[in-house]
């Protein structure tokens, strides 16, 4: 084809620039070769090519997720397809915004009333395929119409609530000349677009009625979630909610909106939470929950349970997600968080005298601090012998830059991460929470790295985890990524272990070495991809050791060789009744088990009948300062 002639494909890369698109993640395939080409040709965008597409749909989130622009991925019809379901459910569950162009099989094969099971010859309907879990999935049907079609995705990805849109485009239509020609639009880089309705009344009388509930309340909570990025910027937040003056926490997506030193910030509560912030909330009368959509591992298992004496407004711009709190004590608001958060500020000081309660908070963070809990993932006998993980992630936050930026892959990486790293300045903290897929964690810094070329990137993974994209190591050597990889080998799947421990009468299946589960010699893998190693096996050592990881030039992995049953704690615990029923305590009542009379003070001698009943079962559940 001439490069004179202007074609669909050539519309494709015209709407990339048109958008301030500089980066797509991919891989060249039969079904998007023009695309590929196109985009190449006119140079203003840079296409990055990983070795697995799901890696490509994780790497495009890492971009996005930190920077609060479009990530872009570019995939080809049949297994290239496919294999992007994964990162496309991802990003559609944590709200990134992300814009997902796949090749196809010519318009004769992709026609409407197609009941064919395969097209041509790799073609599926890809579109049927995503539209379930996505905002919207779409297929060219024009290629005049390509560049309209690429824009107005890109825009409703963005808009709140973000999430994936999908755009198939059948290869003929990428070589097909256009009727018109491309206008030259400078490049506006499209952010976080936040919501276009107007909540106006909505805010009026949702605020009205949260005035009259804070003038009552003694013991309100503020708790902050990931929908607050839409159309706010992180020192902004902090500056509201300093204004605003209540105990504040934050869910696990959002624990980078605020310092970890400022004045309201009271941790992270949640199944795996700080246990003085989940005693906070469990003693609150009034709790404002914006933009998290309070999912089960922010309310643990039983809704009905937290912040039980409290009523609690919910804001969310998404009106399903309301509709899962059903009771008079639940407020639901639909609007925009940052919409709410900035009129709630404007307030000014409506609340009751709440310096009591604040020193109540002050206390419960003073008695229960957080690295205090975690010495016990280890038994007493064996702290010698082995590393713990938490105390890796707590000087590698201590020895971290002011802009460093952390992505983690899931279990020992996800748990030891979200607990232990205290988020500064411009520091940031992200993964894959809603469906936690294995793997997430090095393509998505890969993803990082691109976006903040100058930041340092620090991966935490495991091993187990590792090899589901293993292969990425490779894009990592080939583009000489400084990535910081911190691989902790706990032979296999630790919370699999666990969970088989706790509930299956401890027969372990196809979670560690001796039940089918294996990971290579990482030291050798570091040398074949040209990464720097460090080992840790030593808990002396922790200090050093990080410090020369950091400080290691290039790619580098720090292997660290923790115990294979490390606990992950505290944690809200489950344990199997006598029925084969599963019985978890209430959320404040974190294993390892304080005893009674702290967890009575803590709750102002408010007990919860579950944590009296379970501490009369010897051995039901760890206690602190006993046997694990």
Same mark, same amino acid.
């Given at each position: 084809?001439?490069?004179?002639?202007?074609?669909?494909?050539?519309?494709? @890369?015209?709407?990339?620039?048109?958008?301030?698109?500089?980066?797509?993640?991919?891989?060249?395939g039969?079904g998007?070769l023009?695309?590929?080409?196109?985009?190449?040709?006119?140079?203003?965008?840079?296409?990055?090519?990983?070795?697995?597409?799901?890696?490509?749909?994780? =790497?495009?989130?890492?971009?996005?997720?930190t920077?609060?622009?479009? &990530?872009?991925?570019?995939?080809? %019809?049949?297994?290239?397809?496919t294999?992007?379901?994964?990162?496309?459910?991802? @990003?559609?569950?944590d709200?990134?915004?992300?814009?997902?162009?796949?090749?196809?099989?010519?318009?004769?094969?992709?026609?409407?009333?197609?009941?064919?099971?395969?097209?041509?010859?790799?073609?599926?309907?890809?579109?049927?395929?995503?539209?379930?879990v996505?905002?919207?999935?779409?297929?060219?049907?024009?290629?005049?119409?390509?560049?309209?079609?690429?824009?107005?995705?890109a825009?409703?990805?963005l808009?709140?609530?973000?999430?994936?849109?999908?755009?198939?485009?059948?290869?003929? $239509?990428?070589?097909?000349?256009?009727?018109?020609?491309?206008? !030259?639009?400078?490049? +506006?880089?499209?952010?976080?677009? !936040?919501?276009? +309705?107007?909540?106006?009344?909505?805010?009026?009388?949702?605020?009205?009625?949260?005035?009259?509930?804070?003038?009552?309340?003694?013991?309100?909570?503020?708790? $902050?979630?990931?929908?607050?990025?839409?159309?706010?910027?992180?020192?902004?937040?902090?500056?509201?909610?300093?204004?605003?003056?209540?105990?504040?926490?934050?869910?696990?997506? @959002?624990?980078?909106?605020l310092?970890?030193?400022h004045?309201?910030?009271?941790g992270?509560?949640?199944?795996?939470?700080?246990?003085?912030?989940?005693?906070?909330?469990?003693?609150?009368?009034?709790?404002i929950?914006?933009?998290?959509?309070?999912?089960?591992?922010?309310?643990?298992?039983?809704?009905?349970?937290?912040?039980?004496?409290?009523?609690?407004?919910?804001?969310?711009?998404?009106?399903?997600e309301?509709e899962k709190?059903?009771?008079?004590?639940? +407020?639901?608001?639909?609007?925009?968080?940052?919409?709410?958060?900035? #009129?709630?500020? /404007?307030?000014?000081?409506?609340? @009751?005298?709440?310096?009591?309660?604040?020193? /109540?908070?002050?206390?419960?963070?003073?008695?229960?601090?957080?690295?205090? #809990?975690?010495?016990?993932?280890?038994?007493?006998?064996?702290?010698? #012998?082995?590393?713990?993980?938490?105390?890796?992630?707590y000087?590698?936050?201590?020895?971290?830059?002011?802009?460093?930026?952390?992505? %983690?892959?899931?279990?020992?990486?996800?748990?030891?991460?979200?607990?232990?790293?205290?988020?500064?300045?411009?520091?940031?903290?992200?993964?894959?929470?809603?469906?936690?897929?294995?793997?997430? &964690? $090095?393509?998505? =810094?890969?993803?990082?790295?691109?976006?903040h070329?100058?930041?340092?990137?620090?991966?935490?993974?495991?091993?187990?985890?590792?090899?589901?994209?293993? #292969?990425?190591?490779?894009?990592?050597?080939?583009h /000489?990524?400084?990535?910081?990889?911190?691989?902790?080998?706990?032979?296999?799947?630790?919370?699999?272990?666990?969970?088989?421990?706790?509930?299956?009468?401890?027969?372990?299946?196809?979670?560690?070495?001796?039940?089918?589960?294996?990971?290579?010699?990482?030291? /050798?893998?570091?040398d074949t991809?040209?990464?720097?190693?460090?080992?840790?096996?030593?808990? !002396?050592?922790?200090?050093?050791?990080?410090?020369?990881?950091?400080a290691?030039?290039?790619?580098?992995?720090?292997?660290?060789?923790?115990?294979?049953?490390?606990?992950?704690?505290?944690?809200?615990g489950?344990?199997?009744g006598?029925?084969?029923?599963?019985?978890?305590? *209430?959320?404040?009542?974190?294993?390892?088990?304080?005893?009674?009379?702290?967890?009575? =003070?803590?709750?102002?001698?408010?007990l919860? *009948?579950?944590? %009296?009943?379970?501490?009369?079962?010897?051995?039901?559940?760890p206690?602190q300062?006993?046997?694990?």
């Open positions: 084809m001439s490069e004179s002639v202007v074609t669909g494909a050539d519309a494709v @890369a015209a709407a990339l620039e048109e958008l301030g698109v500089d980066i797509v993640f991919g891989i060249t039969a998007n023009a695309i590929c080409d196109a985009i190449y040709r006119r140079g203003a965008t840079r296409l990055i090519f990983v070795h697995h597409e799901q890696a490509a749909l994780m =790497a495009a989130q890492g971009l996005a997720r920077t609060g622009r479009l &990530g872009v991925a570019l995939v080809t %019809t049949g297994g290239g397809s294999n992007a379901l994964t990162g496309i459910v991802g @990003a559609q569950m709200s990134v915004p992300l814009l997902v162009l796949s090749g196809n099989e010519s318009s004769i094969h992709t026609s409407t009333d197609n009941e064919l099971r395969i097209w041509g010859v790799q073609g599926f309907d890809s579109r049927q395929v995503f539209a379930p996505t905002k919207a999935a779409h297929r060219a049907r024009n290629a005049d119409q390509i560049r309209d079609l690429v824009v107005n995705s825009r409703t990805a808009e709140a609530r973000a999430g994936a849109v999908t755009i198939d485009i059948p290869m003929d $239509l990428q070589r097909k000349p256009l009727s018109t020609t491309l206008a !030259g639009s400078p490049a +506006v880089p499209v952010l976080d677009l !936040g919501s276009s +309705v107007d909540y106006g009344d909505v805010l009026d009388s949702s605020l009205d009625r949260l005035t009259a509930a804070l003038r009552r309340s003694m013991r309100p909570v503020l708790l $902050l979630g990931n929908g607050l990025r839409n159309g706010m910027d992180r020192p902004e937040i902090r500056s509201l909610v300093a204004d605003i003056g209540i105990p504040t926490l934050l869910s696990w997506s @959002a624990i980078d909106l310092d970890s030193s004045a309201m910030n009271f992270r509560s949640g199944i795996y939470g700080d246990r003085y912030s989940n005693m906070i909330v469990q003693n609150a009368d009034l709790v929950a914006i933009g998290s959509r309070l999912a089960i591992p922010q309310l643990s298992y039983d809704p009905a349970d937290f912040a039980r004496d409290a009523q609690v407004f919910v804001v969310d711009v998404d009106g399903k309301l709190f059903v009771g008079d004590r639940w +407020v639901r608001v639909q609007a925009d968080a940052a919409q709410f958060l900035e #009129q709630f500020a /404007k307030l000014g000081p409506v609340a @009751a005298d709440i310096d009591t309660w604040v020193r /109540k908070c002050e206390q419960l963070r003073t008695d229960f601090p957080r690295r205090a #809990q975690t010495i016990e993932a280890i038994p007493a006998a064996q702290r010698d #012998q082995f590393v713990n993980s938490y105390d890796v992630v000087e590698i936050s201590d020895q971290a830059g002011s802009d460093d930026i952390f992505v %983690t892959d899931m279990g020992t990486g996800l748990l030891s991460g979200f607990y232990g790293l205290d988020v500064n300045e411009d520091q940031r903290l992200v993964t894959s929470l809603g469906l936690g897929e294995m793997g997430y &964690g $090095l393509p998505a =810094a890969v993803g990082a790295q691109f976006a070329p100058e930041a340092r990137v620090v991966c935490l993974n495991a091993d187990g985890g590792m090899m589901l994209n293993l #292969q990425e190591l490779q894009t990592v050597a080939h /000489k990524l400084p990535i910081k990889l911190v691989v902790f080998s706990n032979d296999g799947y630790l919370m699999i272990k666990h969970s088989q421990r706790n509930l299956f009468d401890g027969r372990y299946v196809g979670s560690d070495l001796d039940s089918g589960v294996s990971c290579p010699d990482f030291s /050798k893998l570091a991809f040209g990464f720097s190693y460090v080992g840790l096996s030593e808990q !002396g050592d922790i200090s050093a050791k990080v410090a020369e990881f950091l290691t030039d290039g790619p580098v992995l720090l292997e660290v060789f923790m115990h294979p049953e490390q606990l992950f704690i505290p944690r809200v489950t344990l199997k006598e029925n084969g029923t599963l019985i978890s305590p *209430p959320l404040e009542d974190m294993i390892p088990l304080v005893s009674e009379a702290e967890l009575s =003070a803590a709750m102002s001698g408010a919860h *009948p579950e944590s %009296t009943r379970i501490r009369s079962v010897p051995g039901v559940l206690v300062g006993g046997k694990s």
